[in-house]
């Protein structure tokens, strides 16, 4: 079946050219195609990789659409407003959603979007362990793609650098890819802030347990989060100033200025998480400590103190 990459960010341009070395076609859709089509290169978001003959670029939506497979790779808070747009053109298909995060106005992560927008289409979520640039350059990487009966999907989305692993359990596996940004902030601002490995080593510990305590509350199976969308990407996210979420935390914690124009799911997220904690009673400490210091209710020093102070407990 043919496959379609709609957003042309870093993530959908590494996917696209990715599966576009086998040699299949396929279409990636710009909202703004650039010189993209003339340089067949994405100099904005992914600088240095040529796209492969069988990509096809385009700003044209209704090709895109023409395709069986989708993989919507806009940023998760524009993902709701994209597909209530286009649902015309996108119900019935196969819709994978790439972004990493949950809806800030609806609380609600990629697959219930999916089905409320277009109620006839298959949602799938694609997540785990992956810089865009590391897909781009044919490093090795493994996935998690999470949707009902996919044996078939998960075929046509395997490359020779992208590994998938099936699961049936989408809220596990979106909530995993959210969460580790926040987690990833957090990492970030402790680093930045000198506050040493050990503490590095202790958030991301008790990121973990909030993650499975936030996914077991939204029905995850228990085990999801042990896997890539869960643990992995908290492992790559958390440790390396690749992730713009670690970046961004790393200049809050230093004092530095903070970078401008790039896609930093972990903020929106956090609000989001922290929200919907407090409406259903859940103790989420280190999501809201990111909103806390990003909403300078809290100085990174006091954020800090916060946590090491709080009541006693058994792990
Ligand atoms: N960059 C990476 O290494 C990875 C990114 N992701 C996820 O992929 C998602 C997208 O991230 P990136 O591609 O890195 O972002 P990016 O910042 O590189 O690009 C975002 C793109 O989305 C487009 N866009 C924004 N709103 C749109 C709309 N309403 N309609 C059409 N296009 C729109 C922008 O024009 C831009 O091209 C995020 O949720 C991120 O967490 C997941 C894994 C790896
Ligand atoms: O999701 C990612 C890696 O798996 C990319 O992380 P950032 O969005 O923090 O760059």
């Not at 590095?200 to 993650?211: I, K, P, S, V």
């Not at 124009?261 to 922290?274: D, F, L, R």
Request: charged share 20%; hydrophobic share 45%.
């Amino acid at each position: 079946m043919s496959v379609s990459v709609l957003g042309a960010g870093a993530f959908g341009t590494a996917l696209a050219i990715s599966l576009a070395r086998t040699g299949q076609p396929v279409t990636l859709w710009a909202r703004d195609l650039g010189d993209m089509a003339k340089t067949r290169e994405n100099t904005r978001r992914l600088a240095g990789f040529t796209f492969p003959d069988s990509l096809i670029v385009t700003d044209d939506l209704s090709l895109a659409t023409q395709a069986g497979i989708i993989l919507v790779a806009v940023p998760m808070q524009s993902l709701a407003g994209f597909l209530t747009e286009n649902a015309g053109q996108l119900n019935g298909k196969t819709l994978v959603a790439c972004c990493k995060g949950i809806d800030l106005k609806s609380g609600l992560g990629p697959a219930e979007i999916i089905r409320r927008a277009c109620p006839d289409a298959t949602p799938a979520i694609l997540s785990g362990p992956s810089f865009a640039v590391d897909i781009a350059a044919g490093l090795p990487t493994a996935l998690t793609l999470a949707v009902k009966d996919g044996h078939a999907l998960q075929a046509a989305l395997s490359t020779p650098n992208i590994r998938l692993y099936r699961s049936a359990d989408l809220v596990g596996v979106e909530i995993g890819g959210a969460l580790k940004n926040v987690v990833a902030i957090a990492c970030g601002i402790t680093v930045g802030a000198g506050l040493g490995e050990s503490a590095h080593a202790a958030l991301m510990t008790r990121g973990f347990a909030e993650m499975q305590r936030f996914a077991l509350s939204r029905g995850a199976r228990p085990d999801t989060l042990s896997g890539l969308s869960g643990f992995g990407d908290l492992a790559l996210t958390c440790s390396s100033e690749k992730s713009r979420n670690f970046a961004f935390g790393l200049a809050l914690g230093r004092g530095d200025p903070l970078p401008e124009g790039t896609t930093v799911e972990g903020k929106a997220t956090a609000k989001a998480v922290s929200n919907l904690a407090q409406k259903l009673g859940l103790d989420m400490p280190i999501a809201e400590m990111v909103v806390a210091v990003l909403e300078k209710h809290l100085t990174v020093k006091e954020a800090a103190e916060m946590l090491l102070t709080r009541p006693l407990k058994e792990e």
